[in-house]
């Protein structure tokens, strides 16, 4: 099966500055590439995603790139704020046949945003 | 209001002792998924069903049964619960699949302790 791979499991920052959170998976198949956000004691939620025919999309100050030669993608999060402060999940999915419900998660990675 | 139900929120059980946690969605999603969360190990998915009476295996079911008997239930089944699976579960749910525009819904989440 596929195998998600994300790094850094921690990272901090300084409000104001980038964050970047960056992922590979093993699957050449795998074409659809979910980001999620966890804040603490709460369910996981979409915050941006992106398909295997695109090479990146932004969503204000989230944007998401992804290079399928190289197997991975990368979350990037600009001008950070305290409440961007959550773990961050990437994952992944073939989205077809057999493997249509699997998605594959990576192990997190807390982000801490001091203000 | 649109959302993933489940029940109990909080469990401490013991060792053997059968339970199930329930899940019920009101959006007439056709995908439902059960996954565990534990720290370091993000996301792993147990059960999935891509509709009425369609389960499949994710990547860690040992030990967990579910059904889909209605599209809006899909409990998930401990029939010896033992202390490895003391978990944070989550149930989620999402139109059809996980890719694209199949956005997953959560759960508020479960968590269970094995004694």
């Known amino acids: 099966?596929?195998?998600?791979?994300?790094?850094?499991?921690?990272?901090?920052?300084?409000?104001?500055?980038?964050?970047v959170i960056k992922c590979t998976y093993s699957d050449s198949a795998s074409n659809y590439f979910p980001w999620y956000k966890q804040e603490l004691?709460?369910?996981?939620q979409l915050i941006i995603d992106i398909r295997s025919n695109v090479g990146e999309k932004k969503d204000q100050r989230i944007a998401v790139t992804l290079n399928k030669t190289a197997k991975h993608f990368s979350l990037h999060i600009t001008e950070t704020q305290p409440e961007d402060s959550a773990v961050y999940f990437c994952a992944a999915s073939m989205g077809r046949g057999s493997t249509l419900g699997r998605l594959y998660f990576g192990r997190g990675t807390q982000l801490t945003v001091w203000p | 209001?649109?959302?993933?139900?489940?029940?109990?929120?909080?469990?401490?059980?013991?060792?053997?002792?059968?339970?199930?946690?329930?899940?019920?969605?009101?959006?007439?999603?056709e995908y439902m998924s059960?996954?565990?969360?534990?720290?370091?190990?993000?996301?792993?998915?147990?059960?999935?069903?891509?509709?009425?009476?369609?389960?499949?295996?994710?990547?860690?079911?040992e030990g967990y049964k579910v059904s889909r008997k209605e599209k809006?239930?899909?409990?998930?089944i401990l029939e010896s619960p033992s202390p490895n699976q003391t978990s944070l579960y989550f149930c989620a749910s999402s139109p059809r699949g996980v890719s694209g525009a199949n956005v997953l819904t959560f759960g508020a989440g479960s968590r269970l302790t094995v004694l």
């Open chain 1, 1 to 19: 099966g596929e195998n998600v791979e994300q790094h850094p499991s921690t990272l901090s920052v300084q409000e104001g500055d980038s964050a």
């Open chain 1, 41 to 44: 004691g709460k369910r996981p």
């Open chain 2, 1 to 29: 209001e649109a959302q993933v139900t489940q029940n109990p929120r909080y469990l401490i059980t013991v060792t053997g002792k059968k339970l199930t946690v329930t899940c019920s969605q009101n959006m007439n999603h």
């Open chain 2, 34 to 61: 059960w996954y565990r969360q534990d720290p370091g190990l993000g996301l792993r998915q147990i059960y999935y069903s891509m509709n009425v009476e369609v389960t499949d295996k994710g990547d860690v079911p």
């Open chain 2, 72 to 76: 809006r239930n899909f409990p998930l």
